[in-house]
């Protein structure tokens, strides 16, 4: 009887061995949930970012291998953030909420800022001139600050008729038609642009006045005849190898004049103060260094004897006497 009731003690499982059985078989299923989890993690991870490349590259314009570009800046803003601050920064955000809706309302897309700068593309020739015409109209009735209208050059100026002609920010535009490479920034996550029509639109825009819309050639024989330009000649662009024939769009209801093209009208310096500093505290090191230099070529000159030049004379001949010629 004491054997059996061993036998059988040793076979019934104790509270033990059960709890180790359901830790074993908690730490597994763990050990699989977070598998899953990581792998699902990394899969949706993917596929948003496919999915998300896809769609960009979709939605921006280019599909065909051509695009519109257009560049934008204000001018002056580096002497109109010097004067106000706070004034330049409300009127920053005014000019960058209309640009904005007007890229949704003509289609465009837009690439990237870099400041106060605008880089958007379109598909479509005639939204994007009018697109850069209506901006030019929402600038002039926006409800600017009032500071800022004291400010050069954002003073309202009245034509002879008691039209409005400047009032605000005077934004620049510069476009181009041709051939785009594409690609999507993982960054950004939008698509960005490359290749010579980039670098024509961005030099067009260079070349323009505050309120001025400049086009090339290749993008003014697509508009339609409704829409007006005017031949400003022919100028050699930086980078570009042949000059480029510039247009500016013209419009009854805004009429502007503007100086001649300068080619060699410099753009607003963005400054980097702190940029500055560190190129000084780079710059020390050589300036003490060369200081030190001279100080040492001072003392070397000073401690070296002089010794006095001496100029040679021209051997002269002596002519014979003539005691000589009569012996």
């Given at each position: 009887?004491?054997?059996?009731?061993?036998?059988?003690?040793?076979?019934?499982?104790?509270?033990?061995?059960?709890?180790?059985?359901?830790?074993?078989?908690?730490?597994?299923?763990?050990?699989?949930?977070?598998?899953?989890?990581?792998?699902?993690?990394?899969?949706?991870?993917?596929?948003?970012?496919?999915?998300?490349?896809?769609?960009?590259?979709?939605?921006?314009?280019?599909?065909?291998?051509?695009?519109?570009?257009?560049?934008?800046?204000?001018?002056?803003?580096?002497?109109?953030?010097?004067?106000?601050?706070?004034?330049?920064?409300?009127?920053?955000?005014?000019?960058?909420?209309?640009?904005?809706?007007?890229?949704?309302?003509?289609?465009?897309?837009?690439?990237?800022?870099?400041?106060?700068?605008?880089?958007?593309?379109?598909?479509?020739?005639?939204?994007?001139?009018?697109?850069?015409?209506?901006?030019?109209?929402?600038?002039?009735?926006?409800?600017?600050?009032?500071?800022?209208?004291?400010?050069?050059?954002?003073?309202?100026?009245?034509?002879?008729?008691?039209?409005?002609?400047?009032?605000?920010?005077?934004?620049?535009?510069?476009?181009?038609?041709?051939?785009?490479?594409?690609?999507?920034?993982?960054?950004?996550?939008?698509?960005?642009?490359?290749?010579?029509?980039?670098?024509?639109?961005?030099?067009?825009?260079?070349?323009?006045?505050?309120?001025?819309?400049?086009?090339?050639?290749?993008?003014?024989?697509?508009?339609?005849?409704?829409?007006?330009?005017?031949?400003?000649?022919?100028?050699?662009?930086?980078?570009?190898?042949?000059?480029?024939?510039?247009?500016?769009?013209?419009?009854?209801?805004?009429?502007?004049e503007f100086p001649q093209i300068d080619i060699h009208k410099k753009k607003d310096i963005k400054v980097d103060q702190e940029a500055i500093q560190i190129c000084l505290l780079c710059t020390r090191p050589l300036k003490c260094l060369c200081q030190n230099q001279t100080r040492r070529r001072a003392t070397t000159i000073t401690k070296t004897p002089l010794t006095p030049s001496v100029t040679k004379q021209p051997?002269?001949?002596?002519?014979?006497?003539?005691?000589?010629?009569?012996?």
């Amino acid at each position: 009887v004491s054997t059996q009731s061993t036998w059988a003690g040793n076979c019934i499982p104790t509270n033990d061995s059960n709890n180790n059985r359901t830790v074993i078989i908690i730490m597994i299923v763990v050990i699989l949930a977070s598998i899953l989890v990581i792998a699902f993690g990394i899969t949706w991870y993917w596929f948003t970012k496919t999915t998300r490349r896809k769609r960009e590259l979709k939605l921006a314009p280019g599909n065909t291998g051509y695009a519109v570009l257009m560049f934008t800046d204000i001018q002056s803003s580096t002497d109109i953030w010097e004067q106000s601050e706070l004034t330049m920064k409300n009127a920053l955000e005014i000019h960058n909420n209309i640009i904005r809706s007007l890229i949704k309302v003509f289609d465009g897309y837009e690439v990237k800022t870099h400041g106060d700068s605008f880089m958007i593309a379109f598909d479509s020739p005639t939204n994007a001139v009018k697109m850069a015409t209506e901006m030019q109209f929402m600038l002039l009735e926006a409800d600017w600050p009032k500071d800022l209208l004291f400010i050069n050059p954002c003073q309202l100026e009245l034509s002879l008729d008691g039209r409005k002609l400047w009032c605000g920010l005077r934004v620049r535009v510069g476009m181009h038609y041709g051939p785009v490479e594409r690609e999507f920034d993982n960054n950004s996550k939008l698509v960005d642009y490359f290749g010579s029509t980039v670098n024509s639109a961005a030099r067009i825009e260079a070349l323009a006045y505050g309120g001025q819309i400049l086009i090339s050639e290749a993008l003014s024989n697509l508009l339609p005849n409704d829409i007006h330009t005017k031949y400003l000649g022919d100028y050699t662009l930086k980078g570009i190898k042949e000059p480029v024939p510039i247009y500016q769009i013209q419009h009854e209801q805004l009429k502007r004049e503007f100086p001649q093209i300068d080619i060699h009208k410099k753009k607003d310096i963005k400054v980097d103060q702190e940029a500055i500093q560190i190129c000084l505290l780079c710059t020390r090191p050589l300036k003490c260094l060369c200081q030190n230099q001279t100080r040492r070529r001072a003392t070397t000159i000073t401690k070296t004897p002089l010794t006095p030049s001496v100029t040679k004379q021209p051997s002269q001949r002596t002519q014979p006497n003539d005691t000589e010629d009569e012996a």
